[in-house]
């Protein structure tokens, strides 16, 4: 029998990209996404091409009630899912004073809120007698502490508590819980745009959403706790360990100074 995966935030960027690779590996599909975001194409397109079945659903997942329809219908439907691809998240690259409450409320509504919520009803429905997978899409900005991304980072850091947390949780049963950890990744035109402008280390930090969606399947499948795509994103992690707080502190207002008015500080 097919196994089902669950995609949030699957018509663009990673998780359009998590959706062709899972589809790749003959797993059928359901695929959530905002209105209007081009999801029935998409998930018509996959149905031909790969000949799995895909279920879709344009939703906001920022309504907590959103959450609840996606698992109820897919029991009314006899669907279960096995894998839990927590993928949709909102970004920013601002000063805090630059947005307003109504874009922050979203962000740790869809970042956090939908994420707990999701992962809490997966587990209700799984069959607890085979294998299931949750990866929970985090971002090396969890790690790193990275004005203008303040809170978007604390979201990540978040993400990455909790899945930590849930790992020991569920170390006696069949489900295994992976945090993906990606650098920078070129998912759309204006990340493109700023990424092209890069250079060095920060330019060899940024990958293709097609490279990291394989890496992080491949890791999930394999019980990985953490995956951070890229040779030199895993170097920046090891270094970050070893650097003790008040030099990184040093170069973060360092680099600051020198870059305001620039794009970026970091990607990710
Ligand atoms: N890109 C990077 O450099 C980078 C780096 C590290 C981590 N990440 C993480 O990777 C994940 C994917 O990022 P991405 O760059 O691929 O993002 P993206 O291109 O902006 O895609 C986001 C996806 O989430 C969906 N979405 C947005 N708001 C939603 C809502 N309220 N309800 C349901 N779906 C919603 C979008 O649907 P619509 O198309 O309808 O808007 C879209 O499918 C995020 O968690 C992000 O934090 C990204």
Known sequence: MKLTAIVTGASEGLGKS??????????????????????????NFIRINFNIEVTEFELDLTQTENCETIFNTLQ???????????????????WFEEKQIDFYKKQ????????????????????KQQPSYILNVGS?????????????????????????CLQLEQVNSLV???LLSPGGINTKPELLVLNHALKGISKATILEPEQVAKKAIDGLLKGKKEIIPGQINRLLVFFDLLLPNFIKALIIKRKLTATVGTPRLVNA
């Open 108 to 127: 740790i509504d869809l970042n956090i809120t939908s994420t707990v919520l999701l992962t809490r009803l997966f587990l209700d429905q799984i069959n």
């Open 18 to 43: 998590f959706a062709f690779e899972l589809a790749s590996r003959a797993i059928n599909l359901v695929l959530v996404a905002l209105p209007n975001s081009g999801l029935p194409q998409l998930a």
């Open 76 to 94: 009314q439907q006899r669907i279960t899912a096995d894998f839990l691809i927590n993928n949709a998240g909102l970004g920013n690259w601002s």
């Open 140 to 164: 090396l900005g969890g790690r790193f502490v990275v004005p203008r991304k303040l809170v978007y980072g604390a979201t990540k850091s978040f993400i990455s508590y909790f899945t930590r």
């Open 176 to 178: 295994k819980v992976s």
